[in-house]
């Protein structure tokens, strides 16, 4: 299941691009309800790399517990990624991505069977649970870039 994971994660940055690239760049700052833009949204996945990166190093590292998320997202609140080029924000991603996807391939089979608890599920996660949530989330957050687009009428 690992590497059908992997291919999916390894995707994310061009299925990324490939929804905002067509967009009318107004539209990629519009908050709606005051919620996180198209941009905010696109900056948000990159922010949350090293938190990735970082459980893959506990569970290597035989950590009981993974690292905790910060759940208030002080990270994309405070980083104006509105501001920011989206070809910056982007390239900044897919860099990210890239390096977590390798640090996956890289590992052991005696690695990928170490557990760690997720802090906030209480549920032991190994490598490809890890995975599976850090996919999981890309497309939450893409379904969200789409609901933006669809509520814009993009």
Do not use: C
Not at 56 to 64: Q, S
Request: net charge negative; proline share 5%.
């Amino acid at each position: 299941m690992l590497p059908v994971i992997i291919e999916r994660l390894g995707g994310t940055p061009a299925r990324v691009e490939e929804i905002v690239g067509r967009l009318d760049p107004n539209l990629l700052t519009l908050k709606p309800d005051d919620k996180w833009s198209i941009r905010e949204e696109i900056g948000h996945l990159g922010d949350l790399e090293p938190l990735w990166y970082g459980r893959i190093d506990d569970l290597v590292n035989g950590a009981a517990e993974l690292r905790a998320a910060d759940l208030t997202n002080q990270a994309t609140h405070q980083a104006n990624h509105n501001a920011a080029k989206t070809v910056s924000l982007l390239q900044r991603f897919r860099e990210q991505r890239q390096a977590f996807v390798e640090k996956l391939l890289s590992l052991t089979d005696e690695q990928l069977e170490r557990a760690a608890l997720h802090p906030r599920l209480k549920t032991p996660m190994r490598i490809v649970d890890l995975a599976y949530f850090v996919a999981e989330h890309d497309d939450h957050h893409l379904a969200r870039v789409r609901e933006l687009m669809q509520s814009a009428g993009a």
